[in-house]
């Protein structure tokens, strides 16, 4: 079967760059991306299928797209920028977050969403405005500032990017770490050694200071502070790529215990919340339940039929609780 064609970008007209990413259980999410407009898009709930290795090479991808854009110039989102499966309007959304409010042009018949890369990182909780600590930082480590959305060159004062309209940002790289191992199975890697938020002139993960024209590294403990940008962010959580593509093959056994355990507290308060449905119902219609019938007793005598059909052949097993069943059902 042939692979389908490119989206045509609803902004530039230009053909669309398909990314085939990992995603939750197992699955492949399509999205695409526009390299001159620095936009991806998402079809409905896309960006949240995505695993932790599908978003490394998402934010890949986005560097790879800035670096072509020091060839290619940036282009400005259109006031006809259009749904790149049934070209109707676009409507700005804005959502809330667990990190604040996010922005996006959502077509108005459910298609999918275009979202710049710097709001689809501030709706992960990726960026944080540049500093004064981070301008000065930048300028000393670099001699200029870019805009962490599509690469462009930022004056030293500019409030706003002149290309795209983005506000400076720097990528907070602890953060994006722990995006993309949400379940901790790679904490000891050094790059997990930094909180989420700092300071602009103290590290967090030793809490020394930093003078103002230190580089993106801690200068006592070598945590990794922030990035000036998405090349510089990927590189430094790269490193944690085969770590996560075996965690998403085999989890840890620590991690598995975890899942189990989260899921055995959730069980226990459905079963809890079922039995005061049951005794409120039955409250209700006057059939309260006897003692000898309360569903903790069942359970208990079903756990002792457990321990002492255990050491019997299957067959005999399976006849006893047959048994049992057939006499519950008598007794109701």
Known sequence: ????????????????????????????VEIDLCAPCHLVWFDLVESARLSGPGLLALVGAMAEAQARGHALPH?????????????????????????????QLECAQRHGA??????????????????????????????????????????????????????????DVARLARALDPEGATTAHAVHATAARQGALQCAACGAAQPPNAGWRCTSCEATLTAPGLAEAHRAVAALEPALRAHAERPAPEVVRRRLQ?????????????????????????????????????TQWLALLRDATGALPRWAAWLAGAALVLLLWWWR
Not at 273 to 298: C, K, T, W, Y
Request: proline share 6%; charged share 20%.
């Open 1 to 28: 079967m042939a692979a389908a064609a490119p989206l045509a970008c609803g902004n530039c007209g230009q053909a669309m760059q398909v990314l085939e990413l990992p995603g939750h259980y197992g699955q492949r």
């Open 114 to 171: 275009f979202q710049t890369f710097a709001q689809f990182l501030s709706e992960k909780g990726l960026l944080r405005p540049m500093s004064s600590a981070d301008r000065a930082r930048a300028l000393a480590q670099g001699g200029a500032l870019h805009c962490v959305n599509c690469g462009g060159d930022i004056g030293e004062r500019d409030k706003v990017c002149g290309w795209c309209g983005s506000v400076p940002s720097v990528v």
């Open 262 to 298: 989260a899921q055995s507290t959730g069980l226990e308060r459905q079963r809890q919340r079922a039995a005061e449905m049951q005794a409120e119902a039955d409250a209700r219609s006057g059939r309260a339940l006897p003692p000898e019938r309360d569903p903790v007793e069942i």
């Open 75 to 103: 282009q400005p989102l259109a006031d006809g920028a259009h749904c790149p499966r049934c070209r109707g309007a676009l409507r700005q959304v804005h959502n809330r977050t667990r990190f604040g409010r996010s922005l």
